[in-house]
Nanobody, 124 residues
């Protein structure tokens, strides 16, 4: 049974930083893509960043490029999202997700596994 458990959310002032972590368990994720999504109140869930466990290749949504860094720790089966220069518009629940495919969709519905989410609040 796949489990994704997020941690690291919280309240931070604009311009600050946070690091989110996702602990993955239940199977080998070597063929998986891991992703971070976020959902703000009243908005659709959107893809923030992805990383392929196999080769470490990454993707960032345009608005996060240069501010967020995704990484993986194979030994700990953990994926992290380091967020810098946070803005109030980054406020959302952040979700870790996984899909067993080299190619993936930007749409949440195509992803197989989800964590429970962690709240990130950026105050102005």
């Amino acid at each position: 049974q796949v489990q994704l458990v997020e941690s690291g959310g919280g309240l931070v002032q604009a311009g600050g930083s946070l690091r989110l972590s996702c602990a993955a368990s239940g199977r080998s994720f070597s063929s998986y893509v891991m992703g971070w999504f976020r959902q703000a109140p009243g908005k659709e869930r959107e893809l923030v960043s992805t990383i392929r466990w196999s080769d470490g290749s990454t993707y960032y949504a345009d608005s996060m490029q240069g501010r967020f860094t995704i990484s993986r720790d194979n030994a700990k089966s953990t994926v992290s999202l380091q967020m810098y220069s946070l803005k109030p518009e980054d406020t959302a629940v952040y979700y870790c997700a996984a899909v067993d495919s080299y190619y993936y969709s930007l749409r949440p519905k195509q992803w197989s596994y989800w964590g429970q989410g962690t709240q990130v609040t950026v105050s102005s």
